[in-house]
């Protein structure tokens, strides 16, 4: 997989391939990060990427030629396949099912917008599709294009320590993670949960199950709408309320 970052910051950029999980995929040759700075691809000698915006207002707007040419110079590397991504606070919200969808894209550039934002032209002209992380305000779109790099690779095989690691995390099959512990067996006076000490694998996993059912249910309900849920999960989730209930009569 390759991903061409958009970037007016490469060195920021490139810090996700400095370390983690990301690091050691770069390194194994999972997948391949190259950078590509506007600036380099101005006309002028101020090397000037921004301009006021038509219509008055603050802050100034990132301007079309240098974003075309980068992008140009992206895609004859990349490949005119390459998806065209743009970190917008208008676009999808990144979710897992989004993310199980593009790791099957084979390359993708991304567009890291600064100020304001940039030049509608170039979105119509040369934007494929705009992803959000978050209803919130960032300074650039470096951050977002970093996530969405990390949450790819970490599903391309051989990136995690083991095979399985990916599938068990949470929002893969739409519910959050159980609860995990490690040693030694009491910590502060909270011990382990025997279940988990009994070397029992069916007993385990059920535990499991169900405590994920718990967590979805007690932190985020709204996944569970969507969760693929079998009967004896429903069944366990009605079980479950009685009992949160039971805890905080005062929620109903």
Request: overall charge negative; glycine content about 8%; charged content about 30%.
């Amino acid at each position: 997989m390759r991903f061409d970052v958009i970037t007016l910051f490469p060195e920021l950029v490139r810090q996700v391939i400095s370390c983690g999980v990301t690091g050691r995929a770069a390194e194994k040759g999972l997948f391949k990060l190259a950078t590509w700075n506007p600036r380099d691809y101005t006309h002028d000698v101020h090397r000037t990427v921004d301009d006021r915006p038509y219509g008055g207002g603050p802050g100034m707007v990132m301007r079309y030629q240098p974003l075309a040419d980068a992008l140009a110079a992206a895609k004859r590397e990349a490949g005119d396949e390459a998806k065209v991504i743009y970190l917008s606070p208008r676009g999808r919200r990144l979710d897992q099912p989004l993310v199980n969808r593009l790791v099957r894209t084979p390359g993708m550039i991304l567009i890291a917008g600064r100020y304001e934002g940039i030049d509608e032209r170039f979105i119509e002209a040369h934007v494929d599709e705009e992803i959000s992380v978050g209803d919130f305000v960032l300074s650039g779109g470096e951050l977002p294009a970093m996530l969405l790099i990390d949450a790819i690779v970490r599903q391309l095989p051989g990136a995690l320590g083991h095979a399985d690691s990916a599938q068990q995390d949470s929002f893969m099959d739409g519910l959050l993670d159980c609860p995990h512990y490690s040693r030694p067996e009491v910590v502060a006076g909270r011990e382990v949960p025997e279940v988990l000490r009994s070397g029992h694998h069916e007993r385990i996993s059920a535990w499991r199950r169900e405590q994920a059912l718990r967590q979805t249910l007690k932190w985020r309900p709204d996944l569970l709408e969507k969760a693929d849920l079998s009967d004896e999960d429903r069944r366990t989730i009605e079980r479950l309320k009685r009992g949160l209930r039971s805890e905080n009569p005062e929620a109903g």
